[in-house]
């Protein structure tokens, strides 16, 4: 009874401040959030919540104004980070460095009748190496250089997605085209900038105010190839059990399996010339591939005389990985103006289809936050990825290492390689002084699995100073 009235009062409130437009999402959003922590809603009942006041909010507002509803109903978002990077080599072949970037990210999101909705998002980015013509498919940073020359804008996202499933209990939808990752995983398995095209299917049901489970479905295109009519794509299905025990204790448990089709293709050139039969000791002579070739660490064939050209793959990718964390929170921190939540979590991957070097762990601690005005967090985490565990050039461009020659796991080119085949530390901090700022230090403590050549130092230390600013 208690929550009913709670309820309506709450959607009163929300409908209140949908005539005071400035401010709306904000003061919502943030009531219904401070709820959840203290465990008078739960997550579902707050969705549910802020879904109802959303609508009030877009019929509120299309009366006062004389706009469509359609036209209310688009909202814009976006971030923008600005980063000093700095990379030392205890290599002696290796040079230290210092960088200044950027990442811009502005979308649009139509909320539209009938429970469907559209949106586009552009991101800044550079150039992708190797195939292709677009940007990097797994960063959106742009390096300050070349005399403030003007810079390139990509689509990032351009989707649209029909929610066709909204009950009390039961959640379901489907989206087509280029789209946020709909599947959760650290970035052991995905690059957080990595925007995939294809189709994903979301069902979830919540079992009762403690328990949801929720899965997805998806397939991917990774290139389209005119001279063949056996594309490279990959394909995943995950099961995910969210649980909120009390106010004080979380989880979640996930299992997942992920498989790319026609790898071989990944090598071929456009034009369908590329020798696919070639081994580790049949060294190809070609320079093209299909997909960008951002990272490293996956075997491939030797590629005869090219320097930083990428051979083929010598092994298929069908990995299972599984992810674990529990989540404990406190009333009250030092310096922490909300419950304060200490967080331990893993996952581990494991790919069959390769005969070696196929398995990767992490591990972490965070403690807090960051992302609300007065909040920190502090992790650390550790992460060990061998090389052919998973497809090098899906996983974070930000963990990696240094090559002193080229190998067959850095596409023969030496220096610094993101991608598998790595293993180190990541400790962050990081602190918001505004709801809208978040400023914040990664440091990265990374060296090879597998060294080329063999006894040589690869440990490469990165340390990214962070400024992002969100709307």
Same mark, same amino acid.
């Given at each position: 009874?208690?929550?009913?009235?709670?309820?309506?009062?709450?959607?009163?409130?929300?409908?209140?401040a949908? *005539?005071? #437009?400035?401010?709306?999402?904000?003061?919502?959003?943030?009531?219904?959030?401070?709820?959840?922590?203290?465990?008078?809603l739960s997550?579902? &009942?707050?969705?549910?919540? =802020?879904?109802?006041?959303?609508?009030?909010?877009?019929?509120?507002?299309?009366?006062?104004?004389?706009?469509?509803?359609?036209?209310?109903?688009?909202?814009?978002? $976006?971030?923008?980070?600005?980063?000093? &990077?700095?990379?030392?080599?205890?290599?002696?072949?290796g040079?230290?460095? @210092? =960088?200044?970037? *950027? +990442?811009?990210?502005?979308?649009a999101?139509?909320a539209?009748?009938?429970?469907?909705?559209?949106?586009? =998002?552009l991101?800044?980015?550079?150039?992708?190496?190797?195939?292709?013509?677009?940007?990097?498919?797994?960063?959106g940073n742009?390096?300050?250089?070349?005399?403030?020359?003007?810079?390139?804008? *990509?689509?990032?996202?351009?989707?649209?997605?029909?929610?066709?499933? +909204?009950?009390? !209990?039961? @959640?379901?939808?489907?989206?087509?085209g280029?789209?946020?990752?709909?599947?959760?995983?650290?970035?052991?398995?995905?690059?957080?900038d990595?925007?995939?095209?294809? %189709?994903a299917?979301?069902?979830?049901?919540?079992?009762?105010?403690?328990?949801?489970i929720?899965?997805?479905?998806?397939?991917?295109?990774?290139?389209?190839?005119?001279?063949?009519?056996? !594309?490279?794509?990959?394909?995943?299905?995950?099961?995910?059990?969210?649980? #909120?025990?009390?106010k004080?204790?979380?989880s979640s448990v996930g299992?997942?399996?992920?498989?790319?089709l026609?790898? !071989?293709?990944?090598?071929?050139?456009?034009?369908?010339?590329?020798?696919?039969?070639a081994t580790?000791?049949?060294?190809?002579?070609?320079?093209?591939?299909?997909?960008?070739?951002?990272n490293?660490?996956?075997?491939?064939?030797?590629?005869?005389?090219?320097?930083?050209s990428?051979?083929?793959l010598?092994?298929? *990718?069908?990995?299972?990985?599984? !992810?674990?964390?529990?989540? /404990?929170s406190l009333? &009250? /921190?030092?310096h922490?103006?909300a419950?304060?939540? #200490?967080?331990l979590?893993?996952?581990?991957?494991?790919?069959? %289809?390769?005969?070696?070097?196929?398995?990767?762990?992490?591990?972490?601690?965070t403690?807090?936050?960051?992302?609300?005005?007065?909040?920190?967090?502090?992790?650390? +985490?550790?992460?060990?990825?061998?090389?052919?565990?998973?497809?090098?050039?899906l996983?974070?461009?930000?963990f990696?290492?240094?090559?002193?020659?080229g190998?067959?796991?850095? $596409?023969?080119?030496?220096?610094?390689?993101?991608?598998?085949?790595?293993?180190?530390?990541?400790?962050?901090?990081?602190?918001?002084?505004?709801?809208?700022l978040?400023?914040g230090?990664?440091?990265?403590?990374?060296e090879?699995? @597998? &060294?080329?050549?063999?006894?040589s130092?690869s440990?490469?230390?990165?340390?990214?100073?962070?400024?992002?600013?969100?709307?």
């Amino acid at each position: 009874m208690k929550n009913k009235k709670l309820k309506m009062g709450l959607v009163a409130i929300a409908a209140v401040a949908g *005539y005071c #437009i400035n401010g709306h999402a904000q003061s919502v959003d943030s009531l219904l959030d401070k709820l959840v922590d203290k465990g008078v809603l739960s997550v579902k &009942e707050a969705n549910d919540l =802020r879904e109802e006041s959303d609508k009030d909010f877009s019929k509120a507002y299309s009366a006062k104004s004389g706009m469509p509803e359609w036209a209310t109903a688009l909202k814009l978002n $976006g971030d923008m980070r600005v980063r000093s &990077e700095s990379f030392h080599f205890e290599n002696s072949g290796g040079t230290d460095r @210092q =960088r200044f970037r *950027y +990442r811009m990210r502005l979308g649009a999101v139509a909320a539209l009748t009938d429970d469907f909705e559209a949106g586009l =998002r552009l991101t800044s980015s550079e150039a992708a190496s190797g195939g292709g013509a677009g940007g990097d498919p797994v960063s959106g940073n742009t390096t300050m250089q070349d005399n403030g020359s003007k810079k390139f804008v *990509y689509l990032d996202l351009a989707y649209a997605k029909w929610t066709a499933l +909204r009950t009390a !209990d039961w @959640q379901g939808s489907l989206t087509l085209g280029k789209m946020e990752n709909p599947f959760v995983f650290s970035d052991m398995v995905f690059d957080g900038d990595y925007t995939p095209e294809g %189709a994903a299917l979301q069902l979830g049901y919540t079992i009762n105010d403690q328990h949801a489970i929720k899965g997805t479905a998806g397939a991917f295109m990774l290139d389209e190839i005119s001279g063949s009519s056996h !594309d490279p794509y990959f394909y995943g299905t995950q099961v995910r059990l969210e649980s #909120i025990w009390n106010k004080r204790w979380s989880s979640s448990v996930g299992v997942a399996a992920l498989g790319i089709l026609n790898e !071989d293709k990944l090598n071929a050139s456009r034009s369908s010339t590329f020798d696919v039969t070639a081994t580790a000791t049949n060294v190809v002579s070609s320079t093209s591939w299909t997909v960008p070739n951002q990272n490293g660490g996956n075997l491939r064939s030797a590629v005869g005389g090219l320097s930083g050209s990428a051979g083929n793959l010598q092994n298929n *990718y069908t990995p299972i990985v599984a !992810d674990a964390s529990v989540t /404990f929170s406190l009333d &009250e /921190f030092w310096h922490y103006t909300a419950p304060f939540p #200490i967080k331990l979590g893993g996952d581990f991957i494991h790919n069959p %289809a390769a005969d070696g070097q196929n398995n990767g762990y992490s591990v972490g601690l965070t403690f807090g936050k960051a992302g609300k005005k007065g909040l920190w967090e502090l992790g650390y +985490r550790y992460k060990y990825l061998e090389g052919d565990a998973w497809f090098e050039e899906l996983v974070d461009s930000d963990f990696g290492a240094f090559y002193q020659g080229g190998s067959t796991r850095s $596409g023969n080119a030496s220096g610094y390689v993101a991608g598998t085949n790595v293993k180190g530390h990541i400790i962050k901090a990081a602190y918001s002084p505004y709801n809208a700022l978040t400023v914040g230090v990664t440091a990265f403590f990374a060296e090879l699995i @597998q &060294e080329n050549p063999a006894g040589s130092d690869s440990k490469t230390t990165r340390v990214q100073v962070d400024a992002v600013l969100k709307f």
